[in-house]
């Protein structure tokens, strides 16, 4: 099994840092190894709530299926996806501090059955994966960040 476990501080109220991570389709924004997210459940996220995510993963596109299994807005957040190849745990925690939250992002990876021998390559794999997805998560929040602030300011008259 892999572990990538990685803390990063972002810009963002609590709540809305909360927000933008439990909607999980939002990874195809940062996340460069997520080629399509959709949510496939109706109404607000919640436990239940269910993500179709295609992942590039070692030269293949993999279709896999995510849901939330615990949600304690805006705190906590645990989605377990996965196929019959790979199962995926993503534990995602936030801390409100000065001048934004504090993230935690615990993802494991676990390769199914006579798969497993690959677990050597795919610990190293998945720690270049999850550094990449998080400098992607850092530059999407700040973009978000910067242009909320243009809409804010005021227009200078002309």
Known sequence: MARYVDALDLPL????????????????????????????????????????????????????????TEFEAPHRLVLAGGDETIRSLDEITFVPRRGGTRMTYEAQLELVGWRRIADPLLTATFQLIGRTAVRGLRERVAHLVAAGAKRERPHAAA
């Not at 609590?14 to 459940?41: C, M, S």
């Not at 436990?47 to 590039?56: A, I, K």
């Open 13 to 68: 109220p609590i709540e809305a840092a909360f927000d933008y991570l439990a909607d999980f389709a939002n990874t195809a924004e940062w996340d460069p190894g997520v080629t399509r997210a959709r949510k496939t459940t109706p109404g607000p996220v919640g436990v239940g709530t269910r993500f179709d995510v295609e992942v590039s993963f070692l030269g293949r596109r993999l279709p896999l299926e995510y849901e939330v």
